[in-house]
């Protein structure tokens, strides 16, 4: 019996580890104070599980480019904001955007995407920039 139950608290403990190194902490990766913007264009999206992501092209002050990529929520998440391939509010290759996002605290061109501004004035709220939108 002892055995058994022994047995039974290991399998739900690694069951439980597991789960918890999947997920991780938006402020380990994203510096949660910072804000940044930027304008570009839309070279990439993927809406995957557990988080999508926006590659988008930015064109610097000495005229070469800088690809970002930004983390967005999962497909689920943006489905439930209108957010998709399709509708009003689809990201498509080419768009010219407005971002903003929490950047990553180690300086790489990686962030977590807070909004997009589409040419035309569109805003779409992605999220709050915290780990439950």
């Known amino acids: 019996m002892i055995k058994r139950t022994i047995g039974f608290v290991a399998f739900w403990a690694l069951l439980a580890g597991s789960s918890l190194q999947a997920h991780h902490s938006l402020a380990g990766v994203y510096d949660m104070k910072a804000d940044k913007e930027l ?26 480019t800088t690809d970002w990529v930004l983390t967005l929520g999962s497909a689920t998440a943006l489905a439930q904001r209108g957010v998709g391939k399709t509708g009003p509010n689809a990201l498509h290759v080419g768009d010219a955007v407005t971002v903003k996002f929490l950047p990553a605290k180690d300086g790489s061109p990686l962030g977590f995407l807070k909004t997009v501004t589409f040419a035309d004035g569109r805003v779409i709220q992605i999220s709050g920039g915290n780990a439950n939108d």
């Open 39 to 64: 304008s570009g264009t839309v070279e990439k999206v993927q809406f995957t599980n557990p988080h999508g992501s926006l590659s988008v092209t930015v064109k610097n002050a000495d005229g070469t």
